[in-house]
């Protein structure tokens, strides 16, 4: 063998040799076999869903959700006042285990002031001065936090910008009670009221509850006499009354979209007739396709709030056993329908109504409150709200009454 020859021999060897050799790095050990197989294995074990919750916003805090959530509605003067520390006591020393508080409430305020610079700061109140506190509070007492935020009803925002509401003869439109709203067709409103559901994610709360997703009662009636824009929806061939359902419709798949990667639950208020008939024609509200886009759906069955007749009752404020009962087939059937149901959590009465007693008192007490919750657990439904406007629920209440 030729000099030339042995040395391509050499180089070949040495070329064949160094194949063999796993690669390293300056000042690296060669890897072992086995800790590169382990490696491998667990990078194929790795969870989707837990290696996107790195890109879930995490506020904090340390909630979990209760077997089944009982709750009760607080104003901000309330989480805020002196009245705070009685409704946590009630909360805690009872079944009841959750809050819904008003972050965004009816006139369309903050219940709070949010950080320096933030574009809501002008239409917020000092209700809430240390929200902080309060949800330390909710986390030590494992008091489920669930924040309400009043959507198109907002006279705030109307005054504000008139071309976001429904003007007539130039001017804002308001109700009987003097309350404005504003365009569920804008979708700068979607936004605006997503942004502020946005701020109440970071503060802790583990659910995001929109209240007033609809046009103002009676639309039906006055829609050919308001000024407003039909946005997006203009040029559709539907009907007004479908453009106003697929418009709230829309809005709540968008506020939950938006809201995926905080952590937190979405849910929607709507009249309880609402599940009784295909659609509310005025106020653009179907009970199904609201259910399809939330995680809980809160459907406001009052027994004071139902017409003469409504289930075959007469007066159904004086039977709200019955009223529950019957409300609830209706909404199992309803619900029991969709591919994924949202869980229902009605919202019950905890107050009287004396416009319909011609101004007398009528007492709504234990029993009354009672009947509503023991006809929704035979009913299969397990959690409940329990609303009153001034906060002052009945006391001695089993809230599990019939479990």
């Not at 796993?22 to 989707?48: C, F, V």
Request: hydrophobic share 35%; charged share 30%; proline share 4%.
């Amino acid at each position: 063998m030729g000099k030339r020859q042995r040395m391509i021999c050499t180089y070949m060897m040495i070329l064949l040799f160094s194949m063999l050799l796993p690669i390293t790095s300056y000042g690296e050990e060669a890897e072992p076999a086995s800790e590169h197989e382990e490696r491998q294995t667990n990078i194929k074990l790795l969870d989707a869903e837990q290696s996107m919750k790195r890109f879930t916003f995490d506020s904090g805090y340390d909630f979990e959700y209760p077997d089944a959530v009982r709750g009760i509605y607080v104003t901000g003067n309330s989480a805020g006042g002196s009245r705070f520390e009685s409704l946590v006591d009630l909360v805690d020393t009872t079944a009841l285990n959750a809050m819904v508080i008003d972050i965004k409430e009816d006139h369309g305020n903050l219940t709070f002031k949010p950080e320096e610079g933030s574009p809501f700061a002008d239409i917020a109140m000092n209700y809430i001065s240390d929200p902080e506190s309060m949800m330390k509070t909710l986390e030590e007492k494992q008091i489920y936090p669930i924040a309400r935020i009043v959507v198109f009803k907002d006279s705030v925002l109307a005054k504000e910008r008139p071309d976001l509401s429904f003007t007539e003869n130039g001017k804002v439109w308001v109700n009987n009670r003097g309350e404005a709203f504003v365009n569920p067709f804008e979708k700068e409103v979607w936004e605006y009221n997503v942004e502020i559901a946005k701020i109440a994610a970071k503060m802790g709360f583990k659910e995001i509850q929109f209240d007033y997703v609809r046009f103002p009662e009676g639309f039906e009636t006055k829609d050919e006499q308001f000024q407003y824009s039909q946005g997006d929806y203009a040029d559709s061939e539907l009907s007004n009354i479908k453009k106003r359902v697929e418009a709230v419709s829309d809005f709540v798949a968008y506020a939950r979209e938006e809201l995926k990667n905080y952590d937190v639950d979405v849910s929607v208020d709507i009249f309880g007739y609402a599940a009784t008939i295909e659609e509310a024609p005025g106020i653009g509200q179907n009970f199904s396709r609201i259910a399809e886009n939330v995680d809980v759906i809160s459907s406001m069955i009052y027994p004071s709030h139902w017409t003469t007749g409504y289930f075959g009752l007469e007066n159904p404020d004086e039977e709200p056993y019955r009223l529950v009962k019957e409300y609830s087939k209706v909404e199992n059937e309803v619900l029991g329908a969709l591919e994924t149901p949202p869980v229902s959590r009605p919202w019950l009465q905890d107050f009287e109504a004396p416009w319909l007693y011609s101004g007398a008192t009528k007492q709504y007490s234990k029993a009354e409150v009672e009947d509503q919750i023991k006809a929704l657990y035979e009913s299969g439904i397990d959690e409940f709200l329990l609303w009153n406007a001034g906060n002052t629920y009945t006391e001695n209440v089993d809230y599990l009454i019939g479990k």
